[in-house]
């Protein structure tokens, strides 16, 4: 029952009276239900709906804590600073508090703010405290090929911020996009693929069957066309980003898809519900 401290991560937070207004209207994810001990996923997007920054938001005393990769926490504070006006917020980021993972029904021992990973059921809870106020059992490594292994992306690690629409990055497949909110920045472009069903490229499952995943950043081909790039991997298994309509033309083909000269196996997320293409002879999904 693992429990992993994440170097790789950090937080910003955002309290006042005014926290959950300002957040709503510029967010992708709705923070106005968000639960008590629920950290949900939601993003920050540029006016033309690419993913700037994304995150785990979680409710903290006067507002929220937004769980974000460590190197873009001080470009998020500035950036939700440049949308505060005339709000009654702090906005800062946070190098006090230590963020952890625990899954498999690991907790720990000490009293601990606890929020659980609402991406996906498996992926456990995320852990809040002071540095040394617990210990691990589990290495930053563990934590992300378990994420791997269920097929959860992460920015910066699968797509490049300022390059990836949230559908993209199958964040409206994870319940990172709230189509319902109303406005936010960046929200034109999100629906318009939502309504339409535009969106033609997605991040995918990946299995080696012949062993080791490639590097992140390879290619992925099949009959001397490039499908997408591959993302972030462990052991045999990894994630890529990958034109659907390249990976259907190859299927129906009968072309073997690969990555780096090795074999590779394309699959939709068990949690996703996208349309995949099939090959043929085989149903559709």
Not at 104 to 114: I, K, L, T
């Amino acid at each position: 029952m693992p429990i992993a401290l994440l170097p790789d991560r950090a937080l910003v937070t955002v309290t006042g009276e005014d926290a959950t207004d300002l957040l709503q209207g510029v967010l992708t994810c709705n923070v106005a239900n968000l639960g008590e001990a629920e950290a949900r996923l939601g993003a920050l997007l540029t006016p033309q709906g690419k993913i700037l920054f994304d995150f785990l938001i979680s409710r903290v005393a006067g507002g929220f804590r937004l769980d974000c990769a460590a190197d873009q926490a001080a470009g998020l504070a500035r950036r939700l600073g440049l949308y505060r006006l005339r709000a009654k917020v702090e906005i800062a980021a946070d190098p006090t508090v230590a963020v952890a993972s625990a899954w498999d029904g690991a907790a720990p021992s000490a009293e601990v703010e606890r929020a659980a990973d609402a991406r996906a059921v498996d992926l456990g809870a995320r852990l809040y405290a002071e540095e040394g106020a617990f210990s691990a059992d589990a290495s930053a490594q563990d934590y992300h090929a378990h994420r791997i292994a269920l097929a959860v992306p992460e920015g910066g690690r699968d797509f490049a911020y300022g390059d990836a629409f949230p559908h993209e990055a199958l964040m409206d497949q994870l319940g990172g996009v709230d189509f319902r909110k109303g406005c936010y920045v960046g929200q034109e472009v999100v629906s318009r693929m939502q309504h339409r069903g535009t969106a033609r490229t997605r991040l995918l499952a990946a299995r080696y069957p012949e062993g080791e995943a490639v590097a992140p950043g390879t290619e992925v081909t099949a009959g001397g066309k490039v499908l997408g790039t591959t993302g972030s991997a462990a052991g045999a298994r990894g994630l890529a980003m990958v034109r659907l309509d390249r990976l259907g033309d190859a299927l129906a083909a009968g072309e073997t898809l690969r990555a780096g000269g090795r074999a590779v196996a394309l699959e939709r997320p068990a949690y996703a519900q996208f349309a995949m293409p099939e090959a043929a002879g085989e149903p559709a999904a």
